[in-house]
C-alpha cells in the first residue's frame, strides 16, 4: 500500500511539472487591435491552426492535466 501511495506521488510530480512545462511553452493571447489584426492575417495567410504547434502544446496541456487530476483522485482514494 505504501509503495503503491509512492509510485502515484513520483507519478503526480512528474505530471505537474510537464503540466508547467507545457503551459510556459505557449504563445500567450495577444490583446489589443494589433492582436486582432495580425491574428487575422496569420489566419487567413498562416498555417492550419489546428495542425500547428501550439493547437499540439494546448492539446497535451489539457491531456496531462486531465491526468493529473485523475492521479490526484487516485491518491486521495489509496491514502
Do not use: C, P, Y
Amino acid at each position: 500500500m505504501e509503495t503503491l501511495n509512492l509510485i502515484i506521488s513520483i507519478v503526480q510530480v512528474v505530471l505537474a511539472i510537464a503540466v508547467i512545462f507545457l503551459v510556459l511553452l505557449q504563445q500567450g493571447k495577444r490583446a489589443g487591435l494589433s492582436g486582432a489584426i495580425s491574428g487575422g492575417a496569420e489566419t487567413f495567410f498562416g498555417k492550419n491552426k489546428a495542425s500547428s504547434m501550439d493547437a499540439l502544446l494546448s492539446r497535451l496541456t489539457i491531456i496531462l492535466s486531465i491526468l493529473l487530476g485523475i492521479s490526484t483522485l487516485a491518491l486521495n482514494l489509496v491514502h
